[in-house]
C-alpha cells in the first residue's frame, strides 16, 4: 500500500514539473517536446500562458529557412491567404529582453523587430522561432567572439559543434527554451518547399499546449 501512494506521489510530482516547465508544439510532422528555460522567466510565463489560451493553435510556421530556423506565432497566419504578407502580428505588447543562452539547434528563441526601432532588444509577445541551424566550427566561435564581445564556455563550444546551431543570433536575441524530443520534426519543417518569401507552399500548421 505504501508503495502504491508512493508511486502515485512521484507520478503526481512528474505531471506538475511537466506541466510548469514543458510546452508542446504538434504539427503534421510530429511532435516537439520543448523544455521552458528558467533563465528568461518573463518569457516562459508568457509563453504558457498563450499555450494555455489556445493563442497559437491553427498558427502557421510562416517563415522557414533550411539551415537557419522556422518561424511561427504571428496570429494573422490563422487562415491566411497564400498571397498575405506574414511576420507583422502579435497580441500588442513586446517582452523585455532576457538575452544569454546560446542558439544552439533545437533552441526555442523569441523573434523581435530590428534594433533600428527596438534598440533594447524587446521581444515580439508571441512570435519566435525554433532553431535549425547548420555545424558550427571552433573558427566560426572564435570569430563570434571577437564581433560581439562575449567568450563561449568549453561546454559551450562542445556543443556548437557537436549539434550546431545560429552562433549569429547570440547576444541579440532571447533564447527561452529547447526542443528535448522531435528534433526530427524541426529537420522536416525546414526542408518543405517554399515561395520567394521562405514561406511555404503547404500551410505548416501548429498546435500548442
Known sequence: MRIAFYTLLIIVLFVSCKDHDYATIETEFGKMEIHLLNSAPLHKANFKKLANEGFYNDLLFHRVIDGFMIQGGDPQSKGAEASAPLGS??????????????????????????DAVNPKKESSGSQF?????????????????????????????????????????????????????????????????????????????????
Not at 89 to 114: C, D, N, V, W
Not at 150 to 176: C, H, I, N, W
Open 129 to 209: 522561432y525554433i532553431v535549425h541551424g547548420q555545424p558550427v566550427t571552433d573558427h566560426e566561435l572564435d570569430a563570434m567572439e571577437k564581433s560581439k564581445g562575449f567568450k563561449y564556455s568549453p561546454a559551450q563550444r562542445e556543443k556548437y559543434k557537436k549539434v550546431g546551431g545560429t552562433p549569429m543570433l547570440d547576444g541579440d536575441y532571447t533564447v527561452f527554451g529547447e526542443v528535448v524530443s522531435g528534433q526530427d520534426v524541426i529537420d522536416k519543417i525546414a526542408k518543405v518547399e517554399k515561395d520567394s518569401r521562405d514561406r511555404p507552399l503547404k500551410d505548416v500548421k501548429m498546435k500548442v499546449y
Open 89 to 114: 502580428g502579435g497580441p500588442g505588447y513586446t517582452i523585455p529582453a532576457e538575452i544569454g543562452t546560446p542558439h544552439f539547434k533545437g533552441m526555442l528563441s523569441a523573434a523581435r523587430q530590428g
